[in-house]
């Protein structure tokens, strides 16, 4: 018996090292995921260029997970098209700060500013841009 | 043994059958492989219906016995001679082979072509029943322990045997490459990781084995038998579904049914077979593990004959690696042959192993130490930098050059890779994703428009086309492209009077999207093809409203792509598509429009297009080098063969000069995709991604009225799906572009933005299987996902134009995968497809 059981329990280790993914992904539920279908009804509408639609969708993700530069993203997308350059701006800033690709609000980040009237946070902001490809992990990894 | 050779000829004859039938069910292998009669597969389905009845002799043959024998096994005899000469008459009246296609019909006769081999094993089953039956030896728990122990100290003899095989032939196979990943730090990581890895692999086996072993114990041995017998077929479902459909471009329902039947055809052949054996030498083996696999020799002594087997799998390791070399796909036969080595490795070792009463402590020992080195990859990894004092140390950038030289470790790291790899939220979703947007062969797709300019009117004095799609054809094979090239002077000439594109690319990694998305100037959906194609295919429109006399090689896409106003003068005319050879089309097109010439009543302009295959991997494979040629720095056949197009290219464009045709022709040099030719030991383009199969060649000779003014950013992205609204602007229309995915002239007033072109980002994918690439900045980054394989790599394009691997971290991840749903996204809408929401 005491041999039966040290097999089961040694195979059962095996199992458990190879299932680790499929652990690690029941695990991770409830956080940030591409494709589950509010933020897949998002893109799509924003694909579409539905943006009154998107904005509350957008808004609503970013209260449930505040921490998610890709909910940042696509919230600058809405309100861009919905050519609200000011908020566009501070998704744009959300990403920049959340991101670890920064360089990825660039050069959109420094225009909305632009947009906005506002020439002073777009200068920085483009000196800011400048900055990110030092400090852009994709940069970095290029080097 | 005898019998055992009988069965593999009549075995070959099935196994070759069902191999061509699930080849035509996947799109992929139907167009890459089925279609163009690769590997003789053209001559086997015409032949099969004539082989089929020496097959049958042979089958009759191996039954003589039971013919004559028992009831029961007498009676399948029978009715397999019988069934399998009605089956016979039906082919010889109607040959399924060269009739099948993309469809459920090809899984149908491929599962047929099995059945003889089930049939037959259900008869070796019938034969040798008795010893399933009559009762086995009683196994107290000591002996249970000691015959546990051997099959332990056997797997982990046959981890150490094949890893210090591998690892012994690795040097072998780096012989004059450069690796200085690969020194002695680099090779011992290697032979530390291949060795532990080769243990979890048969430690995990073996426990599997003790575990089912034991919870059956106390059955009837024919429930013992069946329950090992389940375990080897659900094994082997898995590596049929991983190893062979996965390469093959088998998704779905087709992927499971190929993977069950050809375990259940293997398994109960191997076990039938070993049945018999065993019966006819009266034996009753104590475990069912001792029918499938070798028994221990009598006292133990080990033979020569077991010494000179050892020594042949040596051979056939070295052999299977060379071979593989030289022909593979997709690393199959490589990897098949691996495993195939690990159960006979393990089946010899287990014939010259004693019984070993290991003790519960070092059967833990032995079983945990391989799997907490494995568990503990991730930290090693990181640690080891730190613990080398070298920063730039990477253990996975030192496995992954290292598996290029040891085949087994590439198949037991493939294996178990995903079971340490760091994995982010959504990752399976992601894969997913891809597969189901990817091969859309049975969905219902409707054609679009694709129209560069309406109306579309006929211009006055049109200028003649020539299009040449090099099938393969890599531009740092070309002077323009590298300067380290001497052997295309012909095309450096060419290209100091033309535009040469220096970083263009093709957005298909294969010809079966590549070339339709050329025709169209556009990116298409995934499928192999919308019909009718004719309302997309806006070149078509173009020659048909210019009235382009077409002198063209029609070859197997094409020909489902077309409908002419008029029907083509064909060039290669009942040639195979894998036969079109650049020089002899060259000089019937040169023939052609010769006599076109000579024709007053010909004034129209001619429309010249090939699709040679002289560089496709299937035709380098075996190619030589001319006696006197030498190409140092190059892969030589390769270069050889881009040296003899060149060649007659320059003799075509003379002809061209002496009729006074070539400064008003519109002339585009090009490929359909690259190649990899041997890149960390890949071979061709068609199941993969990767830079070397995105970069292609660009050289677009103008007429002068055309080229006036162009200035195009020949630095900028451009891609195969533009050379078609450049020609629309090389003939003078003003293009228009209704979407994202249609490609834009390269010159002239409605010329692609170079500053756009520089900061997008786009995205390419394999021909016929789910693997996609972001390509970014400018072209110098690109990012691989492959669905299939469950696998990605990252690439950036260094200053002197080499590719070198680069980290993936989470943030690159994100970034890349979005271009690539929101480009799949952009593609359904446009083709309007339904969403998932």
């Not at chain 2, 290669?572 to 195979?576: A, F, H, K, L, V």
């Not at chain 2, 006036?708 to 630095?715: F, T, V």
């Given at each position: 018996v005491r041999r039966a059981a040290l097999l089961v329990a040694l195979l059962g280790a095996y199992v458990a090292v190879g299932l680790r993914p499929v652990a690690g992904e029941f695990l991770s539920r409830g956080e940030f995921d591409p494709f589950l279908p509010a933020v897949r009804a998002l893109e799509f509408r924003v694909e579409e260029a539905r943006f009154e639609e998107a904005l509350p969708l957008a808004q609503d993700l970013a209260r449930v997970f505040p921490a998610e530069p890709e909910v940042a993203l696509m919230l600058a997308r809405v309100h861009h098209g919905l050519r609200d350059a000011a908020s566009e701006a501070s998704a744009w800033e959300t990403y920049a700060t959340l991101?670890?690709?920064?360089?990825?609000?660039c050069p959109a980040l420094p225009e909305a500013y632009a947009r906005a009237g506002q020439a002073d946070a777009a200068r920085d902001a483009h000196a800011r841009c400048a900055a990110f490809d030092g400090r852009d992990e994709l940069a970095r990894s290029a080097r | 043994m005898k019998r055992t050779l009988v069965r593999l000829i009549g075995s070959t004859f099935c196994w070759l059958t069902a191999a061509y039938a699930f080849l035509c069910a996947s799109a992929f292998t139907y167009q890459e492989m089925i279609r163009p009669q690769m590997l003789g597969a053209g001559v086997f389905a015409r032949w099969h219906a004539a082989l089929y009845w020496p097959w049958l002799a042979v089958m009759v043959f191996e039954l003589r016995e039971p013919l004559r024998g028992a009831r029961t096994p007498r009676a399948l005899a029978r009715a397999f001679v019988l069934a399998w000469t009605i089956v016979g008459i039906v082919i010889a009246i109607r040959p399924p082979l060269p009739s099948l296609?993309?469809?459920?019909r090809s899984v149908l006769v491929g599962l047929i072509a099995l059945a003889p081999l089930l049939w037959l094993a259900a008869i070796d089953h019938a034969i040798a029943s008795d010893v399933l039956t009559r009762p086995a030896p009683p196994v107290d728990a000591a002996r249970r322990a000691a015959i546990e122990g051997r099959w332990l100290v056997a797997a982990m003899a046959s981890a150490g045997f094949i890893s210090l095989l591998y690892g012994g032939l690795t040097p072998l196979f780096m012989r004059g490459q450069f690796e200085p990943d690969l020194l002695t730090l680099g090779l011992m990581t290697g032979m530390v990781w291949n060795a532990s890895e080769h243990a979890v692999v048969f430690c995990g086996a073996c426990l599997a084995v003790a575990v089912v072993g034991r919870a059956v114990s106390r059955a009837r041995p024919l429930v013992q038998y069946a329950a090992i017998g389940a375990l080897l077929t659900g094994t082997l479902v898995l590596v049929v579904q991983r190893m062979v459909c996965d390469t093959l471009g088998l998704d779905g329902w087709r992927s499971a049914v190929v993977a069950v039947s050809c375990a259940l055809a293997i398994v109960g052949t191997w076990g039938g077979l070993r049945l018999r054996s065993r019966f006819a030498a009266g034996a009753t083996p104590e475990t069912p593990v001792g029918i499938f696999f070798a028994t221990p020799s009598e006292g133990g002594r080990v033979s020569w004959r077991q010494v000179v087997r050892l020594v042949a799998i040596v051979a056939a390791a070295w052999t299977v690696a060379v071979a593989s070399r030289a022909l593979d796909w997709d690393f199959l036969l490589l990897r098949t042959g691996g495993l195939v080595l690990w159960f006979v490795v393990f089946d010899r070792l287990l014939g010259v192993m004693p019984r070993i009463p290991l003790s519960d402590g070092w059967l833990a020992a032995g079983c945990l130490a391989p799997l907490a080195l494995h568990a503990s990859a991730q930290p090693i990894e990181r640690l080891a930098p730190i613990a080398l004092h070298d920063?730039?140390?990477s253990v996975r950038r030192v496995l992954d050059r290292y598996l290029i030289y040891n085949p087994s470790f590439r198949l037991v790291d493939g294996a178990l890779r995903t079971s340490v790899q760091s994995r982010q939220t959504g990752q399976p979703a992601f894969r997913r994703f891809l597969r189901q947007n990817?091969?859309?062969?049975a969905v219902n797709v409707a054609p679009v428009n694709i129209d560069?300019?309406?109306?579309l009117v006929q211009v006055p004095r049109p200028p003649n086309l020539f299009l040449f799609?090099?099938?393969?054809?890599?531009?740092?094979?070309?002077a323009p492209y590298n300067p380290?090239?001497?052997?295309t002077p012909n095309l450096a000439a060419f290209a100091a009077d033309s535009l040469v594109f220096r970083n263009a690319f093709t957005l298909?990694?294969?010809t079966g999207l590549s070339l339709p998305s050329i025709w169209m100037g556009a990116v298409g959906v995934h499928?192999?093809?919308?019909?009718?194609f004719a309302p997309m295919n806006a070149l078509e429109k173009l020659l048909n409203a210019n009235k382009y006399k077409r002198v063209m090689s029609v070859d197997v896409i094409m020909e489902q792509l077309l409908r002419p106003s008029e029907p083509p003068t064909p060039l290669?005319?009942?040639?195979?598509t894998m036969d079109y050879r650049m020089c002899r089309t060259l000089e019937e097109m040169e023939a052609v429009v010769g006599r076109s010439l000579q024709d007053?009543?010909?004034?129209r302009p001619v429309f010249g297009y090939s699709l040679p295959q002289d560089l496709h991997v299937s035709n380098i494979m075996n190619a030589s080098v001319p006696a006197g040629e030498s190409y140092p720095g190059f892969q030589a056949p390769y270069a050889a063969r881009v040296h003899a197009i060149d060649r007659c290219f320059g003799t075509f464009v003379d002809f061209l000069k002496r009729r006074r045709l070539y400064e008003d022709s519109v002339i585009v040099v090009t490929s359909d995709h690259g190649e990899m030719l041997?890149?960390?030991g890949r071979w061709g383009h068609a199941y993969y991604l990767f830079p070397q199969i995105l970069q292609v060649p660009l050289l677009i000779h103008l007429p002068a009225a055309a080229a006036?003014?162009?200035?195009?950013?020949?630095?900028a992205m451009t891609f195969l799906t533009d050379i078609t609204p450049t020609i629309y602007a090389a003939l003078g229309y003003r293009t228009r572009t209704g979407d994202s995915l249609m490609g834009v002239p390269l010159?002239?007033?409605?010329?692609?933005d170079a500053r756009v072109r520089r900061s997008s980002d786009y995205v390419a994918a394999a021909s016929y299987s789910a693997v996609y690439a972001a390509i970014r900045r400018n072209g110098r980054r690109v990012y691989i996902i492959d669905a299939m394989k469950r696998e990605e790599y990252a690439y950036d394009r260094t200053l002197t134009g080499a590719w070198v691997s680069i980290p993936i971290t989470d943030g690159f991840r994100t970034v890349a995968q979005r271009l690539i749903r929101e480009h799949v996204d952009e593609t359904r809408r446009v083709y309007r497809l339904p969403r998932e929401n």
């Open positions: 991101s670890s690709t920064p360089a990825e609000a | 296609g993309v469809d459920a920063p730039q140390f990817t091969g859309l062969g560069f300019a309406a109306p799609v090099i099938d393969s054809l890599r531009p740092d094979f070309l380290a090239v001497t052997f298909y990694g294969g499928k192999q093809y919308v019909q009718p290669d005319r009942g040639i195979r007053e009543d010909e004034v041997g890149e960390e006036r003014g162009s200035d195009p950013d020949l630095d010159i002239g007033p409605d010329r692609a």
